[in-house]
């Protein structure tokens, strides 16, 4: 790891409050000699990007920001089980070679005691990462292959974006070295299904059963254009909590009031944070769906995490970041969920979408206005009738 310039206290600011977990910001301070008595992550990094730090100071920093202990974001490829040996022969016979100039990319594949292989890629990175002086980073993405049934998953952590590429890359490798041999690599791909399908693949997640998990709240949604692939908007609270009303209601979603003008309107969801409960121990969990784009693919990770605890004055929160095998067990299963709800949609018959409604404002003041009078009408007769009725009855 090389360091090219040195960076600015407000950016050293950022980073220890967004990037690096609190307790590693005060074993880095305290290791310095400096013993800051504060509660607040952001008094911790105001009052600790106020000293000097020497380069392997910011080296050191660095390391903690890709600790393993960080909440970590995953993605996954899938790959048809009898494809499997070919693909292991394939990396193996990749192993040691240098597979690009730019980047000394190489691929290792082990085996693990219970029969089951992964393999690691090796690459240097020239680009400065969340602190503004990183020049040469050196990177290593392990890829677990996880047999299941017809079908067998890829997965691995992504520190950065650059990871996600740097495994497709891989894998066009391969492609290039089986030219007898047709891979089947596949994602999960939202511009495979259509609108609807789209908003369903998040409302049948949503009312899965997970085993070991509740879903408690919908606490973030996106939604994104579907024909422009304009930037995403978040949804507002009030919208949000109209889509949490219906889901725990046990209503379908899709005939939710704003769901239905989302489709209308050319919109689909592209990402949801949710928060989940453990249904035999205190702990919880907020788990993130995200549908990224340039390139697409599909990023799952826990972003918060922790336990309820009881005391005096009620229950409280506790956080508590899980271990890295923790939160590769959790969202393992998560993923497979995904991925089980996706196969069913894509195979499942297309029903007729509803077309687009645009309603210019005018158009929304005619028809609030003719409503008006339809209701104007409607008293009216009403009153009309009770007055009849009381006729009636006098006579």
Known sequence: MKIKNYPYRSHLRRVLNKHVTTRDVKSFLKEKGILVHAFRKEDLSRIGADYYYSMANIVDLKEKIDSPTNYKKTSRINIPTNQVDELKSTLTSLTGQKLDNDEDTRVTVLSNPDGTWMFEIDYTEYKPSLINLLDVTNRKITVNVNEQGESTSLDFSLLTPHDYKKVTEVIKQVHKNSDDFSFNFSEISLSNLTKKKRISLFDNFFNYKHESWSLVEITKLKVKRDKNDEEETDI????????????????????????????????????????????????????????????????????????????????????????????????????????????????????????????????????????????????????????????????
């Open 236 to 395: 507002s609270k009030d919208q949000l909590a109209g889509i949490n009303s219906a889901l725990l209601d046990g209503k379908n979603l899709i005939e939710n009031n704003f769901v239905k003008s989302t489709l209308k309107n050319g919109f689909y969801f592209s990402m949801a944070t949710m928060k989940f409960e453990n249904q035999s121990t205190p702990e919880f969990i907020e788990l993130v769906i995200d549908f990224k784009s340039r390139p697409e693919r599909c990023e799952t990770n826990i972003v918060s995490s922790g336990f309820y605890e009881e005391d005096g004055l009620g229950i409280r929160t506790i956080k508590n970041l899980f271990d890295t095998e923790t939160q590769n067990n959790i969202t393992f299963n998560f993923k497979n969920t995904l991925y089980q709800i996706y196969v069913e949609l894509l195979n499942s018959e297309d029903v007729p979408e509803e077309p687009e409604i645009n309603i210019s404002a005018e158009e929304i003041e005619l028809l609030n206005e003719e409503i008006q009078s339809n209701k104007n009408e409607a008293a009216i007769a009403v009153n009309n009738n009770i007055h009849l009725e009381s006729n009636k009855k006098e006579q």
